[in-house]
């Protein structure tokens, strides 16, 4: 099985190159896997996907950091991102949100495509070009989406690999709250390591 391992940063996969001994690149070959850093948000992710996904990959790993909604998941933990939404993709009609699957000019939500089971609690995103910080918007997209969990790049990837028809899985781990920004209270290397051990044991049995 050929993987596409794909993450935003460097940083959130710091481990794992270290793990693997893979040199610091952005586009990284390997016998076991290949590694793509597309940058931050989903513009960047759909030009680097654009650039390197084919259909010789047989699954597109999406590994990363995102913010949780729901307050009783614990700091640092792993999940399955098995659906994911463009959450601000469509127009606004006063008060109300037209998506653009309201609007009929296409699809803002897709879900995991696999037959691979992974031993993680699933979960539902959203995806967001501006990380949401105000008690206003937190609660408006509650009650339009009820997500569990935001990042900046996740319905990019499954939207490429819908496209090409590759199995793909979103694997987050929860650094931070989605709050009014507090540095003081993300643990992002704690989020950064429990990915890492997931993705090197995964990528380990997969190969």
């Known amino acids: 099985m050929k993987i596409l391992v794909v993450a935003a940063t ?3 996969l710091s481990f794992f190159y270290q793990h693997f001994n893979l040199p610091e690149e ?6 076991k896997f290949d590694l793509l850093i597309t940058g931050v948000g989903m513009v960047a992710t759909a030009f680097a996907l654009g650039r390197y996904l084919s259909p010789q990959y047989d699954l597109v790993l999406n590994l990363g950091i995102a913010g949780a909604f729901d307050r009783s998941i614990p700091l640092g933990t792993v999940l399955n ?3 994911d939404t463009f959450a601000e ?30 031993a993680l609690a699933p979960a539902k995103g959203i995806t967001m070009n501006r990380v949401t910080g105000s008690e206003k918007s937190i609660q408006t997209l509650i009650e339009r989406l009820n997500p569990t969990t935001e990042s900046m790049e996740g319905a990019a990837v499954f939207y490429a690999s819908k496209q090409l028809n590759i199995d793909c899985l979103q694997i987050r ?11 003081d209270n993300w643990k992002i290397g704690l989020a950064i390591k429990n990915l890492n051990d997931w993705a090197i044991a995964f990528v380990g049995e997969m190969n």
């Open 10 to 12: 460097k940083a959130e």
């Open 89 to 118: 993709l469509g127009a606004e009609n006063g008060d109300e949100f037209l998506s653009i699957t309201d609007l009929g000019f296409g699809e803002n939500r897709y879900t995991t495509k696999t037959q691979i089971k992974v």
């Open 81 to 83: 991102i098995t659906e």
């Open 26 to 31: 952005d586009f990284v070959e390997n016998k």
């Open 173 to 183: 781990s929860i650094s931070n709250y989605v709050e009014r920004r507090n540095k």
